[in-house]
């Protein structure tokens, strides 16, 4: 009874964001237009995200070695990112508190398959460095994409609105994917009114929450009467549900810019 009744708040939302995507089509301007429906997602997002997991727009994502992510749809992040990067609705992300990007596309084709693809996999190999070690304390490691970790690794999603069929966006995935590491694969693409491709295990069917060697790409179509949204909604909570990250270290950012000098010293 009870999932049914979430089977229906869902239907609800999948209607009402198809109505606003239809009214975002009236813009003039494209780039408003898919600010509109990027901003669609973010709201599903923060609706259904773990507590301590934010979806925010309009960002741009830093690493202390000086490497700038590409422009990002929606970053997902630790809800403990400093505030203080935050400059008229622009905000600046250390790496080290980013768990996921997602790209939003309107309509998804060949070319923006490779080009989200892309975007992934350059935000992914930008390095998680500046974090302050805990003496005494084991620490946690992320086990995915076939490596271990010592932080979260960041997730790469892909959502349109509508695209080519499902099995020929695969086609043009696994293509892309066949000369690359399974670290730099996106780890799910969705697509509103069609359903979903997600890698998994090909021995047993089971769905894997990131690609590893040997993975296969399954195509699951959506459930009319639910759309995508429930399966996205039970997807995101279990990516990121246990998503962590270690106290965070400023300093390595800060050390172009002199915060002071020594003055005096006391010797007691």
């Known amino acids: ?24 089509q009236n813009f003039n301007h494209n780039g408003e237009a898919g600010t509109s429906r990027e ?9 259904y995200l773990p507590a301590h997991v934010e979806a925010v727009h309009n960002v741009e994502v830093i690493a ?9 749809d929606i970053v997902l992040i630790d809800r403990g990112t ?9 905000r600046i992300i250390p790496n080290e508190c980013v768990y996921g990007m997602i790209e939003v596309k309107t309509k998804l084709d060949g070319a923006q398959v490779v080009d989200a693809c892309e975007k992934i996999r350059r935000l992914r190999r930008m390095p998680k ?22 932080y979260f690794p960041t997730s790469g999603m892909i959502i349109a ?21 399974p670290s730099e694969w996106p780890d799910s693409v969705w697509v509103t009114g069609k359903g979903h491709l997600q890698w998994g295990d090909p021995r047993t069917g089971a769905l894997l929450r990131s690609p590893v060697a040997g993975a296969s790409l399954i195509q699951i179509d959506a459930i009319p ?10 997807h995101l909570n279990i990516h990121f549900s246990d998503a962590w990250m270690n106290p965070l270290d400023l300093v390595p950012y800060s050390g172009i810019s002199p915060l ?9």
């Open 64 to 72: 202390a070695n000086g490497d700038v992510s590409p422009q990002s």
């Open 225 to 234: 009467d639910q759309d995508i949204l429930m399966s996205l909604a039970l």
């Open 260 to 268: 002071g000098n020594i003055a005096r010293v006391w010797t007691i």
């Open 1 to 24: 009874m009870t999932q049914e009744k979430l089977g229906k708040i869902l239907k609800s939302v999948a209607v009402k964001m198809r109505a606003d995507y239809e009214q975002s």
């Open 129 to 150: 460095t500046a974090y302050r070690p805990i003496p005494g304390v084991i620490s946690r490691r992320a086990k995915a994409y076939g490596s271990e970790y010592e």
């Open 161 to 181: 609105f509508d695209g080519l069929k499902l099995e020929t966006i695969g086609n043009h995935l696994v293509n892309w994917c066949r000369t690359r590491n």
């Open 39 to 47: 901003m669609l997602i973010q709201q599903f997002l923060s609706g």
């Open 82 to 90: 400093p505030p203080f990067t935050t400059l008229q609705g622009f």
